[in-house]
Structures are given as C-alpha cells and as structure tokens.
C-alpha cells in the first residue's frame, strides 16, 4: 500500500469497507452502502485537492452544505454525514491523522413527520365492514378488534391506555370504562351506545375463548 498521503480513492475506499467488515461487524449490503457514502465525499475532497488526512471542519461543513445545494433529502444527508463521521473515527483510529473534523459536528434535525389520521367518514366505513364482517361470519378475535375500534372511536382513548383496560374498568350498566392514564391518573371515560354493544357483545361471546381460562385481568 502506498504512503498514507499517495493514497487514492480506491485505496481509502478498500481500506474503510475492511474495517466495516473485520472491526464493526456489517453485513455485506450495509459495507456497500456505505462504501458508496463515502465515494461521494471522496470525490468532494479530490475535486478540490484535499486529503482525506488533511480536512478540517471547514471541508466537512462545506461538504454538508453542497449536499444541501443539491437538495438531497435529510435523510440522504443524515446518513452521508453517518458516514463521513465513521470514516473520519476510522482515520484516527488506525494513527491516519491526529484530529477527528467531525468531532463537535452536531446532526442535521430531520423534520417530524405528523401522524396520519383516518377521516370520519374513513373511520366510520372501517367500523361498518368490521361489524359486518362480525355479524356475517362472527369469531372471537373479529368481536374483539370490533370492540376495540368501537371503543377508540367513541372515546379517544390512547391504544396504550386502551390495550391495558382491566375487566374490573368496565361498567356497562353506568356505560363507563376506568382507564389509568399517564403518570397513574385514572378517569371515568362515559360509552357511546355502539361502543357498549360491541363490548357486551364481545364479553358475552368471545372473551372467555380467548383467555381459555386463564383468568387474565385486562379487558382485551
């Protein structure tokens, strides 16, 4: 192998992918992966007759905003950045060069995604075919997604708050349910009378078939 500041792309690129392999264990695709993240960045720093070696924080923030200037997503940038930081820990890792350029980079923030929601009328036909699809054909896990649904539908109860609904929450003559919320706060949440029916319904005809005498205390 050539001296440390004659080598080229192929050789940094060889030498890297055997450290993914031999030292952090990847599988061949995520080596590939990254081998080509770091393609991308070594033709950034040749372009401009830079050094692997020799980059400081100034390069790799340059690098960060051209990728920027293609308007890559933050995602893609994320994980070339994932990349570059590695690669650069690998350098100082194997006596290459003495400083990490990347040390005191912070990540780019990815925008939140908002979560999707079904609309009324999305939610009212789901409740529709699940019914039918009960009444047509019922089983016990059918009756009980169909509560379930009727249940988060009628009150907004959170799916952690509902999945853990105790037996002893339920009420049915008064229509309410017991739920513990977040951070131990209980409350009475009242039933609408579809999400009472389907709850009857399902106690009376398939929750002892799934507990199979178990004597489990959550409602679902």
């Keep these: 192998m050539a001296g440390k500041d004659l080598m080229k792309a192929t050789d940094w690129l060889a ?19 990254y081998a080509e993240a770091l393609h ?10 830079i050094a692997p070696t020799e980059a400081g924080t100034d390069v790799v923030v340059a690098y960060l905003a051209w990728l920027q200037s293609r308007h890559l997503s933050p995602a893609t940038i994320s994980h070339r950045l994932t990349v ?33 929601f079904l609309s009324v009328t999305e939610a009212r ?3 529709e075919r699940l019914k039918a699809l009960s009444d047509e054909k019922p089983s016990p896990l059918l009756l009980r997604d169909y509560a379930m649904l009727e249940l988060l539908y009628a009150t907004g109860l959170r799916v952690g ?3 853990t609904l105790r037996m002893d929450g339920v009420n ?21 009378r579809a999400a009472k029916e389907a709850l009857q319904r399902y106690l009376a005809e398939g929750r002892s078939q799934l507990d199979r005498g178990k004597g489990n205390p959550t409602l679902f």
């Design 40 to 49: 991308h960045y070594l033709d950034f720093l040749a372009t401009r007759g």
């Design 125 to 127: 036909e789901l409740l």
């Design 15 to 33: 030498e890297f992918a055997l450290y993914l392999r031999t030292e952090r264990g990847l599988l061949e695709s995520s080596v590939r992966a």
């Design 172 to 192: 049915l003559e008064t229509g309410f349910v017991r739920v513990m919320g977040k951070g131990g706060k209980e409350r009475l949440v009242p039933l609408g």
């Design 84 to 116: 570059v930081r590695l690669f650069h820990r690998f350098l100082v890792r194997e006596g290459f060069c003495a400083h990490d350029p990347t040390l005191h980079l912070p990540s780019p923030k990815q925008p939140q995604k908002l979560p999707q």
């Design 161 to 163: 708050e509902l999945v």
